[in-house]
């Protein structure tokens, strides 16, 4: 529960950040509003490649298991065989 709403946070500050990057390039042109377009997008970039590795590592350790149809179509892979 506690990863869930961490990956909500994270990709809800995403969005804000894009939101304000998008902001400062349409509505002003000026050099410092270019700073804070290049910043904006900076930090969102920052924050997708720690949601990225917070996910694989939750992934990995076993606090995050997958269950979509990805997890079904892993699951079918590591079946075991049956005896014949």
């Keep these: 529960m506690i990863i869930k709403s961490i ?4 990709f809800i500050l995403i969005i804000i950040s894009l939101g ?3 902001f ?10 270019s700073e804070k377009t290049v910043k904006a997008l900076t ?11 917070f996910i ?4 990995a350790t076993g606090m ?3 269950h ?3 997890a079904r179509m892993h699951s079918q892979n590591q079946a ?5």
Excluded: D, M, W, Y
């Design 7 to 10: 990956v909500i946070i994270a």
């Design 20 to 22: 304000s990057a998008l």
């Design 24 to 33: 400062h390039l349409v509505k002003h042109k000026t050099e410092e509003q």
């Design 43 to 53: 930090f969102r970039i920052a924050l997708s490649i720690v949601l990225f590795i």
């Design 56 to 59: 694989f590592i939750a992934f």
């Design 64 to 66: 995050f298991k997958p």
């Design 68 to 70: 979509g149809l990805g």
């Design 80 to 84: 075991p065989a049956a005896p014949k």
